[in-house]
């Protein structure tokens, strides 16, 4: 009988092989079939979320973000991503701000967005610390790591153990957020916070806790991420209808005050807080202009755009000069040219809402941060996108299938749906 050494050393050798056979296969019927590949992936997911079942929800946060981050520095580490347009202007003010130096708020697009400041602070005090763009890069990695792991915590109050732990894993390999890192933008930090928001409100380990100040503290979440990009509505909409779904559930004088002082702790409190923001930034100098959006008619300009199918052009702001220059003001340009961009035909206009539509959920947009990738090897580029676009369709098929009563075995129709408002 073979020592005991012997046999390890020759059943790891084995699982190795079987692993690298494994790879090898996922790699050659992804390169060809990628949506096939996407799918035995996560059914590879699966089944290690099946074998971390022994794993504390503690240790399985660490596993997570451990794994998101080292996701995330490999995408910083081999993806080159140039620093251009909007993000160059943001980056260049946050280097002046880290200076002390605020006039970059004289710049005409600091006056109209001022809501732009808000990240501008965010890297310019990151910049302090250390003058490198690939520093921010690096605590892009922490925060969407800490994301990831707040995806989990939220996830597994409402659906099963395992799915929220293959919602999460799969998530940390989704292609367009793992490799956003690499692009200086508020999206980031952003989500970070709004996420936030929501774990403290619908979060169980929440409930022994003072809820006015627990939906306080969300409130106050909300307005940071608001204050690093204005998508507060996108959250407090959801919110709104949450909070009256649960009242309808249980509908009684009683609980209707409940629910709407836990709505207002949070919405004063948002409110409040983002207003204090907006007058700090003026008072201390920053920008005259807040962080407040003075021209909020711009992204309708471009979003009517039939030509260019509501996408950025510059052909936008060339039509807004020629209007100005026959006497208008920019408000009455751009409502003028928002008029002349609808008065089209019906059809037209259909084909617009198309457009829009397919850019808004199906479009992959992994040029953001892999430009360098698709002009250096597009064919690697390619299927990238084709892999995107493979686990966008597969999130969307899990999303409608989750939901349907065939779908809940025993464990998923045992998991506890008590709310902790």
């Known amino acids: 009988m073979p020592p005991l050494s012997d046999t390890k050393i020759f059943t790891g050798l084995r699982l190795f092989f079987a692993v690298c056979f494994s790879v090898a296969v996922l790699a050659v019927i992804t390169v060809y079939y990628p949506l096939l590949g996407t799918i035995l992936f996560l059914a590879g997911l699966l089944f290690l979320v099946s074998k971390s079942e022994g794993l504390s929800a503690r240790w399985f946060s660490l596993c997570l973000f451990g794994v998101s981050l080292l996701i995330h520095l490999a995408a910083v580490a081999f993806i080159t991503t140039p620093i251009v347009s909007d993000f160059a202007t943001q980056y260049e003010a946050s280097r002046q701000f880290a200076q002390g130096d605020f006039s970059f708020q004289e710049s005409s697009y600091f006056q109209r967005w001022g809501y732009q400041t808000g990240l501008v602070i965010w890297q310019g005090l990151l910049l302090k610390v250390w003058d490198s763009p690939t520093f921010l890069r690096l605590v892009n990695c922490l925060v969407s790591a ?34 956003l890192v690499t692009v200086l933008c508020n999206n980031i930090p952003s989500a970070f916070f709004l996420f936030l928001c929501l774990y403290l409100v619908m979060g169980k380990r929440f409930e022994k806790y003072p809820r006015l100040a627990v939906y306080a503290g969300a409130g106050a979440s909300l307005a940071l991420a608001n204050a690093l990009r204005p998508d507060a509505p996108l959250v407090l909409v959801p919110l709104l209808a949450y909070f009256i779904f649960r009242f309808l559930s249980k509908a009684s004088w009683k609980n209707f005050l409940a629910y709407l002082q836990r709505f207002l702790a949070l919405f004063l409190t948002f409110l409040v807080l983002s207003t204090a923001l907006s007058a700090l930034v003026r008072v201390t100098g920053v ?87 698709g002009e250096n090897y597009p064919t690697l580029y390619q299927l990238l996108q084709d892999l995107d676009r493979a686990m966008f369709t597969c999130a969307l098929v899990l999303a409608a299938w989750g939901p349907c009563p065939c779908s809940a075995g025993p464990k998923a129709i045992s998991k506890p749906t008590s709310s902790p408002l």
């Open 146 to 179: 800490g994301t990831n792991v707040l995806l989990y915590l939220i996830a597994r109050d409402y659906f099963a153990e395992r799915a929220a732990r293959l919602a999460s894993l799969a998530y940390a390999f989704f292609l367009y957020p793992a490799t």
């Open 287 to 373: 920008n005259a202009a807040g962080l407040d959006n003075h021209d909020p008619l711009w992204g309708v300009v471009v979003g009517t755009n039939p030509k260019w199918q509501g996408v950025y052009h510059d052909e936008n702001g060339d039509a807004i000069a020629a209007k100005m220059e026959e006497g208008l003001d920019r408000t009455q340009a751009e409502l003028a040219v928002i008029q002349d961009h609808v008065s089209t035909s019906p059809i037209a206009l259909v084909e617009l809402a198309v457009s829009k539509l397919r850019t808004l959920w199906w479009d992959r947009a992994l040029g953001w941060s892999m430009s360098s990738v």
